[in-house]
Every structure is written in C-alpha cells, then in structure tokens.
C-alpha cells in the first residue's frame, strides 16, 4: 500500500468528548434548545452546511453562520485546553505506517481549522503528508474530496486505500476504485459499513488488514 486516506471524526479522533460540550455552549450562547446528544451524534461525517439544515432547519444563513463560528471557537479552545482523544493505537500504527513508508492523508467533511488543531494537538502533524477538508476545497461530496486528492498527490488508485466509519467514506472509497476499510468503533450505524472491503474493530487492526489486502490485491 503506498497511500492510506483518513476520515477523522470517529476514525482517528474520539469527536464526541469534544463535540457534545461545545454544542452545548454554541447552543446556549444561540439561546436555542439544545439537539439531543444522538441527534448531534448523527450530524457527525455531514458536510458543514447539512450539519445546520439538521440541527437549525428554521435559522437564517446568517444564523447558521453564527453557530458555526461559535461552535468551532468552542471546540477548538476544548481541544488546545487539552480535551479530546485519539482512539486507542491510532498514533502508533501511524507511526508504524509511515516508518514503512506509506503516504498519509485526511479526507474529512469539516473545517481546515478543525482539523488541523485536532492533527497539531493530538501530536500527529509531523505523520501525515497533506490535511485535506471539504472546508477547504468547498467539495459537497467526499468523493469528490478523495477524487482531488488522487489527482493531486498522484495516487495509484489500486496501491490507496480510504478508511472511515461512515457510509459517506466508503463511498468515497468506491467511487474511486479504492480499497475501503471501515472502522466499526465509530459513529456509524449497523449497515453504514457493509459495502467495505475490509472492517476493523480497533484502530490497531489496520496494520494486519493492509499488509493482507496488499497479498490479496497483488
């Protein structure tokens, strides 16, 4: 394998633990009732305009740009502060992927912000090779996010796999004629991950399911 792409939220990084208070603020600070814990869950892997169609369907744009602002604030002073979690073995299989010289990518639906304060304070900058976010690129869907990234870095579709935990990354996946590996310890439900090639239940596992698919796809 030459290149592995990254979801983040629920595949590296333990969202909720940062997410959930700072929702809670945002909403406070809104002066609008707050979404329950699953419905915020839920949002987690949409794109940054269908998480407030969700949450706020009634607010103007302008209101909806407000809480965005508000909520990013949030979580990243939660997370320069010191809250927040990688998954467990999340930093070592990286570090041991990229000691074998596999290249290292992010493909996620949030702010460029977002993730790079969870990329810098998780201790994981120096491992990756590029961040790439649909805030930054202004991609409405993943695929077309990995479908950047291929042609960018010049990736060889059949030597890159795309791992994640929702139904939006294994698609991603597809589309692009990537090897898909689904992490069942995320926020996806019970068939979100069927279509993978590969599943794993811990982060660790990565590293005997990469080493077997290449034998597999040679």
């Not at 940054?48 to 369907?57: A, F, R």
């Not at 809250?83 to 999340?90: D, R």
């Not at 900058?125 to 649909?134: E, G, I, S, T, V």
């Not at 960018?152 to 991603?172: C, F, P, W, Y």
């Amino acid at each position: 394998m030459d290149a592995i792409i990254f979801d983040v939220d629920g595949t590296l990084f333990q969202t909720e633990k940062v997410a959930l208070p700072a929702y809670r603020q945002t909403f406070e600070q809104l002066r609008r009732p707050l979404p329950s814990d699953e419905a915020i869950l839920n949002t987690f892997g949409m794109t940054i305009p269908e998480v407030w169609e969700t949450l706020l369907p009634d607010a103007s744009m302008d209101e909806r740009d407000k809480a965005n602002e508000l909520l990013a604030k949030a979580e990243i002073e939660l997370m320069q502060t010191g809250t927040g979690n990688l998954y467990p073995g999340v930093k070592n299989t990286l570090q041991t992927l990229r000691e074998r010289g596999v290249k290292l990518f992010t493909a996620s639906n949030g702010e460029l912000r977002y993730v790079e304060t969870v990329i810098e304070t998780q201790g994981l900058a120096p491992l990756f090779d590029k961040l790439y976010c649909a805030g930054a690129y202004k991609t409405e869907k993943k695929e077309e996010l990995v479908h950047l990234i291929l042609q960018e870095q010049h990736l060889n579709e059949k030597k890159t796999a795309m791992v994640g935990d929702r139904k939006s990354d294994i698609t991603a996946g597809k589309k692009n004629f990537l090897l898909t590996i689904g992490c069942d310890f995320g926020f996806g439900n019970a068939h979100e991950l069927d279509g993978a090639d590969l599943l794993i239940t811990s982060f660790d596992q990565l590293l005997i399911k990469v080493k077997y698919s290449q034998i597999e796809r040679k």
